[in-house]
């Protein structure tokens, strides 16, 4: 499999990593929309949000969890902060390995 967040998982590509348990694992991402920008994956290859099933449920857990931990660590966790994923073409998906990014650190607005 080709795929970069596979690679970040299997330590055959670099990452700065916030935060990482057995499920999932935190990173900056390359292109920052705020002054806190993380991304947060599972390490299993999980295209998109329409591939999820019953059996993923402890990953979908420690999703949500890891996402709480990585806002503490980056401070957003009082203010507030934006999760994101996209899911396939018209979601703007670039990346097919399901992902979420944690955004805040400024006041937000919704830009479509």
Request: aromatic share 8%.
């Amino acid at each position: 499999m080709d795929c970069i967040f596979c690679k970040i998982v299997n330590r055959k590509a670099s990452a700065e990593v916030i935060y990482e348990d057995k499920d999932v694992i935190s990173f900056y991402g390359l292109h920052f929309a705020a002054p806190v920008h993380a991304l947060i994956i599972p390490k299993k290859h999980i295209e998109n949000i329409m591939d999820i099933s019953e059996a993923d449920k402890e990953i979908i857990y420690s999703i949500h969890h890891g996402i709480q931990e990585v806002a503490k660590i980056l401070g957003v966790h009082n203010d507030g902060f934006r999760v994101i994923t996209n899911t396939g073409n018209h979601g703007q998906q670039e990346v097919c390995h399901m992902h979420y990014h944690i955004i805040g650190g400024r006041q937000l607005k919704w830009e479509m």
